[in-house]
């Protein structure tokens, strides 16, 4: 198993954990970047790149401290940040030359990186019975392609709705087995003429969304922030960054706090929490106004049963807001994340137009997303896995 971190990993940890409770299973987890700590803060034994160092020739080591960045997260070691870009020069210059490699690394960064070599390598030398990763470009990538070619079952567990990641998705050398989100992200890819085996899973991060929507949990939280029952609260979940994925600006924070503060002012009854990303906050505390933090030690299912609606831009936030029935507003989203096309949440062309939607909020409209039940997700990975794993056996190729 291997994946990124962020997201990705919180995707995979449900299922690392009840692989390694299993005797039969001798399961091998890899953590790129910032995953390997967050795999073992969740107690489970994760290894880095610093794994596939044993070929790497010495001379890439040297190029990578000369030319890589340093690493900017207190997660990921130098030693993982050098292993990782040495590995990725040395495989791009074996494909396009010493030169044209370091070239190439100065204009794109790690995004040139596909180290299928390494992969190559480490996966005709191991031989296992299924590789598992996220759908993740780059370092995922190389390794559902190495194994693809080498005849090993591959299983990409997603997260999301994959809308950047369809076009190497929905190539014939990825993974034989892609698990989704829902119905809506499977009919999306076979539309992108994926030819993997699609299994509607849902998303395994989301299965403690179950918590969140317990009326216990909703009235203690509730109770913990001295909210009455006739009183609203409006979470705004913060961006983590000036921009987002696609490139496009965030709205000004400042102007969306003065837009809640005029909700606020308008609507006598409603509560304003802002929740900040926590790797990286956009806001100091002492400048959100009238509106307040959540107490450090909640997890987002915390928040979500403590809220009546929530405000986002394209946080996944919003989609397990959705989930849980809460009303939704995204402010200029274009479809990217699909919230307001699917249903899920209602968008608003720029900050003010989102006063009058949350004084007034539409609950979101499950149907078209088309998910699983909630807190089945990882169970259902488990059986795709076992089903993989029991074909292999019958066909007599498990190690």
């Known amino acids: 198993m291997a994946c990124y971190g962020g997201g990705h990993v919180q995707s995979l940890i449900p299922v690392a954990k009840a692989l390694s409770a299993r005797p ?7 953590g790129f970047t910032t995953a390997r700590a967050s795999f073992q803060r969740a107690g489970i034994p994760a290894e880095s790149y610093c794994y596939f160092l044993d070929d790497i020739e010495h001379k890439w080591l040297k190029l990578a401290r000369r030319h890589a960045p340093a690493s900017r997260h207190a997660d990921i070691t130098e030693d993982e940040n050098l292993a990782y870009h040495a590995i990725g020069l040395q495989d791009l210059a074996a494909e396009e030359g010493q030169e044209a490699a370091l070239a190439k690394f100065e204009r794109f960064g790690r995004k ?3 180290p299928t070599r390494t992969f190559d390598r480490f996966l005709n030398n191991s031989r296992p019975d299924l590789v598992i990763t996220s759908s993740s470009p780059r370092s995922e990538l190389a390794m559902i392609r190495s194994a693809r070619q080498l005849g090993i079952e591959t299983l990409v567990i997603s997260d999301l ?3 950047a990641e369809a076009k190497y998705v929905c190539a014939t050398d990825y993974a034989a087995n892609v698990s989704v989100l829902s119905d809506y992200v499977r009919d999306f890819l076979f539309s992108k003429g994926c030819q993997s085996h699609i299994w509607v899973t849902g998303n395994p991060a989301f299965d403690p969304l179950v918590d969140a929507a317990s009326e216990d949990l909703r009235l203690k939280r509730r109770h913990e922030l001295g909210l009455l029952d006739t009183q609203s609260l409006v979470m705004w979940v913060c961006p983590s960054a000036a921009v987002s994925i696609l490139g496009r600006p965030f709205a000004d924070p400042s102007a969306i706090l003065n837009m809640l503060k005029d909700l606020t002012e308008q609507t006598p009854g409603t509560q304003i929490m802002v929740r900040q990303h926590p790797n990286e906050r956009v806001l100091k505390t002492d400048k959100i106004g009238p509106a307040f933090e959540p107490p450090a030690n909640w997890k987002i299912e915390d928040c979500l049963a403590a809220c009546d609606s929530v405000l986002v831009e394209t946080s996944t936030v919003g989609l397990q807001a959705a989930l849980l029935g809460k ?6 989203a274009d479809g990217y994340p699909p919230y307001a096309t699917l249903g899920l949440a209602t968008d608003v062309l720029d900050v003010n137009a989102a006063l009058p939607v949350l004084q007034n909020p ?5 149907a078209r997303l088309g998910a699983p039940s909630l807190g089945s997700a990882t169970a259902r990975v488990l059986r795709v896995i076992e089903t993989l794993l029991v074909q292999r056996q ?6």
């Open 112 to 114: 040139c990186f596909l």
């Open 362 to 366: 539409t609950k979101p409209d499950l």
């Open 24 to 30: 039969e299973i001798d399961l091998l987890v890899v």
């Open 394 to 399: 019958s066909a007599g190729t498990v190690q």
């Open 327 to 332: 009303p939704v507003v995204t402010i200029k």
């Open 161 to 163: 709705f994959l809308q």
